[in-house]
């Protein structure tokens, strides 16, 4: 590979998009289709990072219910009534299976003020307020003062958050391991297209087998 573009197992961090029940349930207010089936494979590659005590990152979506920080395209619908990771709801929880603990709910209040909460010993939540999980958040700084040079995401709906956060990633520099089958919505042109601007893209097992460091040929 490239090496100006080779992801690191070393000083990685695992970002997870958007993996909250309004998102992800079925019949949920904002159901992406896939979500579900992706979620045993985001489950190991957290299992993997938890094992391995690395930086892990949930970033999630907060609709506040008068429509103020909803982006453009759902701020009508926010406006007019439908309510959708509504801060404090149920709908905008994560997923329990990928929580440290079921029981844990997020802390909307200080997560809308632009803090990282800490979930467990090496876990955080962050609140991002568009597509990309860098845009108006201090998630690059977060980052850099960790030492991570390397991002692996998993997640929802890639058309949408995690090709904007893939790319805001890329622009900053970060390497970049993007798990296919752990990011819903991904598709064959766009991840080509991610292969072409350097990023390393892996099944959960070939991401495993990268993370445990065993040799891999990749697809070029």
């Known amino acids: 590979m ?3 573009t080779e992801p690191h197992p070393g000083s ?3 970002l997870t998009i958007d993996v909250q029940r309004d998102f992800a349930l079925p019949g949920a207010p904002l159901e992406i289709a896939g979500t579900m089936d992706a979620v045993p494979n985001i489950r190991c590659l957290l299992d993997a990072f938890r094992a391995d005590g ?3 990152v949930h970033v999630v979506r907060l609709y506040q219910e008068d429509g103020s920080n909803v982006d453009p395209v759902r701020r009508a619908a926010v406006e007019g009534g439908t309510r959708m990771a509504a801060p404090g709801s149920d709908g905008a929880e994560l997923l329990d299976d990928l929580k440290p603990h079921p029981a844990l709910r997020l802390d909307a209040k ?3 003020r632009g803090q990282f909460r800490r979930l467990a010993e090496n876990e955080f939540v962050m609140y991002k307020p568009r597509w990309g999980a860098f845009y108006g958040t201090s998630l690059e700084a977060f980052l850099r003062d960790r030492g ?5 995401l998993a997640g929802c709906n890639f058309p949408n958050c995690p090709r904007t956060t893939i790319y805001e990633a890329s622009e900053r520099d970060f390497r970049i391991v993007a798990v296919v ?4 919505g991904a598709y064959d042109r766009g991840i080509q297209e991610l292969r072409n601007i350097g990023v390393l893209a892996l099944t959960t097992d070939e ?3 990268w993370f445990a460091g065993e040799r891999l040929s990749v697809q070029k």
Do not use: E, G, K, Q
């Not at 991570?148 to 692996?152: A, E, G, K, N």
């Not at 089958?181 to 819903?184: C, G, T, Y």
């Open 12 to 14: 990685a961090a695992l």
């Open 54 to 56: 690395r930086l892990i």
């Open 148 to 152: 991570i040079d390397t991002i692996v």
């Open 207 to 209: 991401c495993l087998a």
């Open 2 to 4: 490239n090496p100006y």
């Open 110 to 112: 200080s997560l809308l």
């Open 181 to 184: 089958d752990a990011i819903s």
